[in-house]
């Protein structure tokens, strides 16, 4: 009796932690979906770059870091899903430079934006990080010397990094990271709901989830 009473009340727990955890997760889509329709600017700011037609219906905000590399990881499995949904994807770049140092590499790339080389250096950067940001042993020197595989000026980008309004544009991201409670990079938000468990299948079905309510055949 003992041991069936411990063993009723280890699944009562079970059972409060599983239902628990999936009523969590129901408020926090319920709250981000609010907060993309009472506050979009918080997901798509008017300096964050984007990739796909203005006309998508579904948005896939991700906060990133140049120097991540799960983000390098999953950047060509973005493309493969946006390749495959030509129109109806768009893709939003916002900036969590959380490790030390990592918004000097935001400043490359806000720089390179300025010579119209922002996704192929951006591309470079994905490409190298075994190079200058291998397990986070940031090697700034290393990636002048691979930057120019972007075709971009180095020398403009050195002086073009400390424009002031590219600190402005990474201090509001970070802001908005704050308010969204983003904690790691990369975190997805589609059309306002957060990836919660993260993977590349989880990341796929949220995005065909919606794919399939905004476009219902």
């Known amino acids: 009796m003992k041991y069936a009473?411990?063993?009723?009340?280890?699944?009562v727990l079970v059972l409060a932690f599983?239902?628990?955890?999936?009523?969590?997760?129901?408020?926090?889509?319920?709250?981000?979906g609010f907060m993309a329709e009472e506050h979009p600017e918080l997901f798509v700011r008017q300096?964050?770059?984007?990739?796909?037609?203005d006309d998508a219906k579904v948005y896939l905000v991700e906060f990133m870091d140049p120097a991540c590399e799960t983000c390098a990881a999953f950047a060509p499995f973005i493309k493969q899903m946006m390749a495959a949904n030509?129109?109806?994807?768009?893709?939003?770049i916002r900036y969590a430079p959380f490790h030390d140092g990592a918004d000097n590499f935001v400043k490359i790339l806000e720089a390179a934006k300025m010579q119209g080389k922002y996704w192929e250096t951006l591309d470079v950067?994905?490409?190298?990080?075994?190079?200058?940001?291998?397990?986070?042993?940031?090697?700034?020197e290393r990636l002048w010397q691979v930057l120019p595989r972007a075709g971009v000026d180095i020398e403009q980008i050195k002086?073009?990094?400390?424009?002031?309004?590219?600190?402005?544009?990474?201090?509001?991201?970070?802001a908005d990271v704050r308010a969204l409670n983003v904690q790691k990079t990369p975190g997805y938000f589609v059309n306002g709901k957060p990836l919660q468990t993260f993977g590349y299948k989880q990341l796929y079905q949220l995005v065909q989830a919606e794919l399939e309510a905004k476009y219902p055949k």
């Open 47 to 53: 300096h964050s770059q984007t990739l796909g037609s």
């Open 5 to 11: 009473l411990v063993g009723i009340s280890c699944l």
């Open 125 to 140: 950067m994905f490409k190298t990080q075994n190079i200058w940001a291998s397990h986070h042993n940031y090697q700034p």
């Open 86 to 92: 030509p129109g109806k994807i768009k893709l939003v």
């Open 159 to 174: 002086i073009d990094m400390h424009d002031p309004a590219i600190a402005k544009i990474i201090e509001q991201d970070m």
């Open 18 to 32: 599983v239902f628990g955890s999936r009523y969590y997760k129901d408020q926090q889509v319920q709250k981000y």
